[in-house]
Structure formats: C-alpha cells, structure tokens
C-alpha cells in the first residue's frame, strides 16, 4: 500500500507502518493462531472516511443526525451476520470480543452472581473469569479445567462443579483448546443447574459459520465473537443470540452500558468480511485451515513432541515444550522469533510455569492457510521449527534456517496485494 499522505504528514510513524508491512507480507511465517491477513477490502474500509461519523444508538434510533448512509451500512453488516451463523438477533457493535463478552455476561446475570468458566491454563479467556478481568471481580468467579491426562473437557466433571458452586452463568468456548466442544453437552449441564449458557466462539467462528464444529446457536443464551480471527475480519467483536428478550439486553448493555459511539469504518469492514465469509471459497479455506494444522501436528508427534491432547480437531494445537525439548514457552518463542517464525508461548493444563513463562506453545494455521500454505508447506514448517530447537546453539545453522523460512514464505505472496 502506499500511505502517501502519511508519508507527507509523518515520517516516522510511515516508517514504522512500512516495516511491520514488510515483517507481516515479506519474511515471516506467522504461526498465531488468533491472527489473520484481512482483504484489501476490508482494510479500505477500515481506513475510510466512516471513521469521521458518530452514531450513537443503532439503526433507525440514533443520537447523531446524518446517519443515514451509516444506517444502511450497519443493516447490511447486521442482515450478513445473522445468515451467516443463522441466528435472529446480532449485535456488530463491540470495539473487541472482550467488549462483547462484558455486555454479553451483564445482559444475563447481575454484579455478585456466580460464573463458572473454563481456567486459563486450560486454555480458557481472561474474560471468563479470571481474577485480574473484570468478569473474576465482578463475579463470584469458578472454573473447570481439562482431563490432565486426556486434555479434554471431562463434561462430567463439569457437571460435578457445576452442581457444587451453582453458577448463575456457565462460559463455554476457549483461546487455546485444540478440540472440538459440545455445545449440547454444555446445554445440559446449564439446564440441570438452571444456569444460563453463553457460548464464546472467537476462535472457531469461521469452523462454526462454514459448518465444520457444531453451533451454539440452537444451545447457548447468548453467543460472543471476535472477527478478526478465522472469520479474517477487521478488529473487532459481534454479540448474537436467539432470544428476544435477551437481545434487548444485550443491546443496551453494549450502548450505553459498556461502550458510546459505534467504530462505523470497522463495522463497513465487518460487513464485507461477512460478505466475504458467506462466499464457497472460504468454506475451501477453513477445510484447508483444518487439514494443515492436523498435518503439522501430526508431523510434531513423528518428531516425538508431545501435543496437548494428542493432536487437534480445529485450526490450532498446542505443544509441551518443556517436556519435548526442555525449554520454556518463552525460550521457544524467542528461539524461533530470531528464525522468522512468529507463535507464542501459551500456559498448558496444570502449567507449573508462570504465564509469563509457560510450558507450552500455541501454533495456529489461519494466516499462513491465507497465503496460499498446503499441507507440504506445514510439514516443512515443522521440521525448520524442530531444526531450530535442536540447533539453538549452532548460530550458522540458524542463519540457515532463517533463509528457509523466508524462502518458503516467498514462495506464498499474499493473495491480496497491498
Ligand atoms: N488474545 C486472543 C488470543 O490470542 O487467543 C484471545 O482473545
């Protein structure tokens, strides 16, 4: 892209944009899983005039004259996503999924009410209850975890907690599970407490939209997104739902509850992005999104890593590098940074290391499955990964590798040319 005017009216931060757009399409493989290259579409329309615009209020009730293109703007955006999931009520407002999830906890249960949700180092969301969040201080705050030998969710167990602490609110959906989750199994255990279901399915959205993991949408009261993960949308969150009443709620807690004016240039994004995702070819992609990460995990194991749960049913998985190769997530991370890879470091059930640290590391296939990578090209990725652990001392075989990635990662240029 070419920023003119910001080259004209600030050097410095053109310089900066221009060297984390060549760090992002030019030499790094980008491995986080919560990361994706958006469409020249959306990102124009992330950067266009609607940024200028306050529309406080929603479509047809604003509190802003001139917003009558705006309206229509956000009636499209709102049409898309409810085809998208098949859903009555969508609210496309937040700034962010954590955004979403506070207007989404609030619009079912009050301040003080127990919530239980999935822990951390299972792979569960700040926003679900943990203590430095506001969803752990707001709320008389439980968690379940996983199986610590199977790494699964032990529903039952579940159940068992659930029964213990009777939670007003159960959190369903994670930041870091490499499996699939039972929304029906999660339905159940809510309706034999009498809890509310809430769904979070930032991750998995795009497996969700394209029918690849089953959906919340017949089973949780309320469901939260991001979009900018594997649906490849702008920054930003959607809160949806099937119930009426609940929908009501959740849109007055999002305005004036949580947030003011609506990011009406991100909500234009998140419209073409839905467009976008409603399209065949991006079903072809998560298929794709799912076979390479099953690839590259199932490569690690032949390698004699150890994978979290032995493997994944979605579009990451999670490696134990402190018992495969003896570092922290932090060591790995920083090792492969210094070879072009980008991933981070992740906190695994039972972790003994602090978050800062981490035994584990998140790999996630929806960027580089944007730019074109198949299976072969994860497979290749796994043993330049493991090249990099075995030679970490060996600073010439580094450089090396360092010159595969970027040759593997130029041999895949962004299909959307900036
Ligand atoms: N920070 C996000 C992730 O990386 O998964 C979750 O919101």
Redesign the pocket.
């Known amino acids: 892209m070419s920023y003119n005017a910001i080259k004209k009216e600030d050097k410095e931060i053109y310089n900066l944009i221009k060297a984390e757009e060549k760090r992002q399409n030019k030499y790094n493989a980008e491995l986080?899983?919560?990361e994706n290259f958006v469409s020249k579409a959306v990102l124009q329309a992330q950067g266009s005039i609607l940024t200028n615009k306050y529309a406080e209020g929603y479509p047809s009730k604003r509190y802003y004259g001139g917003c009558q293109y705006i309206d229509q703007i956000e009636n499209l955006a709102i049409e898309r996503l409810k085809k998208l999931f098949n859903v009555k009520y969508v609210n496309v407002q937040p700034h962010s999924?954590?955004q979403a999830n506070m207007a989404a906890i609030r619009s079912l249960i009050n301040h003080g009410d127990v919530i239980l949700g999935m822990s951390l180092d299972s792979g569960g969301?700040?926003t679900h209850g943990y203590k430095l969040s506001f969803s752990g201080q707001d709320y008389i705050s439980y968690t379940y975890g996983v199986n610590k030998d199977t790494g699964l969710i032990d529903y039952d167990e579940v159940l068992k907690i659930a029964k213990e602490v009777k939670p007003k609110l159960i959190i369903c959906g994670a930041?870091?599970y490499p499996r699939k989750i039972s929304f029906k199994k999660f339905k159940e255990i809510a309706d034999e407490v009498g809890a509310y279901l809430m769904a979070d399915i930032?991750?998995i959205a795009g497996l969700i939209a394209t029918g690849f993991h089953e959906s919340p949408v017949n089973y949780a009261d309320i469901i939260t997104s991001?979009t900018h993960?594997t649906l490849r949308g702008p920054r930003g969150g959607i809160i949806m739902t099937n119930n009426e009443e609940i929908a009501k709620k959740m849109n007055k807690m999002l305005f004036p509850g949580c947030q003011g004016g609506p990011l009406e240039h991100v909500i234009a994004a998140k419209a073409i992005c839905f467009k976008e995702d409603l399209m065949p070819e991006y079903k072809t992609y998560i298929k794709q999104v799912i076979l390479n990460a099953k690839a590259m995990s199932d490569e690690f194991i032949k390698l004699g890593y150890n994978i979290i749960s032995g493997g994944t049913d979605n579009h990451l998985f999670l490696i134990d590098i402190k018992k495969s190769k003896n570092l922290t997530g932090l060591q790995a991370q920083e090792l492969l940074e210094n070879v072009n890879i980008t991933c981070?470091k992740n906190s695994i059930p039972n972790d003994q290391e602090k978050p800062a640290y981490t035994s584990g590391l998140r790999i996630g296939t929806p960027a580089l499955t944007t730019r074109g990578f198949k299976e072969k090209d994860f497979i290749k990725l796994a043993h330049l990964i493991d090249d990099t652990f075995n030679n970490k001392d060996n600073n010439e075989k580094l450089k090396d590798i360092k010159e595969e990635v970027i040759k593997l990662v130029k041999s895949h240029p962004l299909r959307y040319k900036y």
Do not use: V
């Open positions: 986080i899983a919560s999924g954590s969301h700040l930041s870091a930032a991750h991001t993960k981070n």
